[in-house]
């Protein structure tokens, strides 16, 4: 995608523009573009994470219960649990 933007820019104008410069417009655009896609990427990771612990039926009613689990390296169970 960068590359791709890279030359429509360079590319479009009559008089070639310096390339650093469009290097710079290009590289502000996309990581501009990375906060608005972190959420939509969570989302489908935590939806997709449900999907398998319902697969394992594992009761899931909240995803932030999900999200806790995955923070956990260590998990302890005893003969009631």
Same mark, same amino acid.
């Given at each position: 995608? @960068?590359i791709a933007?890279?030359? #429509?820019? #360079?590319? /479009?104008?009559?008089?070639?523009?310096?390339?650093?410069?469009? %290097?710079?417009? =290009? %590289?502000?655009?996309?990581?501009?573009?990375?906060?608005?896609?972190? $959420?939509?990427v969570m989302?489908?990771?935590?939806?997709?994470?449900?999907? $398998?612990?319902?697969?394992k039926q =594992?009761?899931?009613?909240?995803? /932030?219960?999900?999200?806790?689990?995955?923070?956990?390296?260590?998990? @302890?169970?005893?003969?009631?649990?």
């Amino acid at each position: 995608m @960068c590359i791709a933007l890279f030359l #429509y820019k #360079y590319l /479009s104008h009559d008089p070639r523009p310096d390339p650093l410069h469009v %290097l710079k417009e =290009v %590289l502000i655009i996309l990581i501009a573009a990375i906060p608005v896609g972190m $959420q939509t990427v969570m989302t489908v990771t935590m939806a997709l994470g449900a999907k $398998q612990l319902a697969e394992k039926q =594992v009761i899931v009613k909240r995803l /932030s219960a999900i999200e806790e689990l995955a923070s956990v390296s260590i998990l @302890c169970s005893g003969e009631i649990n």
